[in-house]
């Protein structure tokens, strides 16, 4: 499972939890009705941040072999908004502190280990309300770090240097 498709799946187990609609902000689909939840990833940090730890060990078929084994951990930062009119102005505020708890709680972090994720509160829960040309849509949301650790295997061929510095000096 990629990274987005991991944040996806916690975003639909929270949308469960709360009984909430959601869709993933900015895209140009049909949004559900009022109110729903949407979900923006914010930024992930750049290649040389990320801690990339390599293995070599022996093959246990193949002796002229290694497997590399590559883990790469990586943290990507979700903003979270609850969205409606005038008529959900406190659901909203409630839905953002829930799920601002639910991140937090043993519940949230094991759906998210289940899904092979870390997840960390990273902000308060903050008023995002903006005015759309005739009205007011109302926001309420916060951001959230998922930490990802992606595990890699490939099979390398195994160089004999004795050899091959014997045949390079004989040249």
């Avoid at 729903?36 to 990339?52: R, T, V």
């Avoid at 972090?109 to 960390?120: F, Q």
């Avoid at 007011?136 to 930490?147: A, I, N, Q």
Wanted: proline fraction near 4%; charged fraction near 30%; include cysteine.
């Amino acid at each position: 499972m990629t990274r987005l498709e991991k944040i996806r799946s916690l975003i639909k187990i929270l949308s469960v939890h709360l009984n909430i609609g959601f869709v993933r902000s900015e895209q140009s689909l049909d949004r559900p009705g009022y109110p729903f939840m949407s979900y923006k990833i914010l930024s992930s940090e750049p290649e040389p941040a990320q801690c990339i730890i390599d293995v070599f060990t022996p093959d246990e078929k193949d002796d002229t072999k290694l497997q590399k084994i590559s883990a790469r951990e990586s943290d990507l930062i979700v903003s979270l908004s609850f969205i409606g009119g005038e008529k959900d102005y406190s659901a909203l505020w409630a839905f953002a502190e829930e799920a601002h708890d639910w991140i937090d709680s043993i519940p949230g972090i094991e759906a998210a280990d289940k899904i092979g994720v870390g997840i960390s509160v990273q902000s308060p829960v903050q008023d995002r309300t903006v005015y759309l040309e005739t009205e007011y849509e109302h926001k309420f949301g916060f951001d959230f770090r998922v930490k990802d650790k992606a595990v890699k295997t490939e099979t390398m061929e195994v160089v004999d240097l004795v050899t091959t510095i014997a045949g390079m000096t004989e040249i």
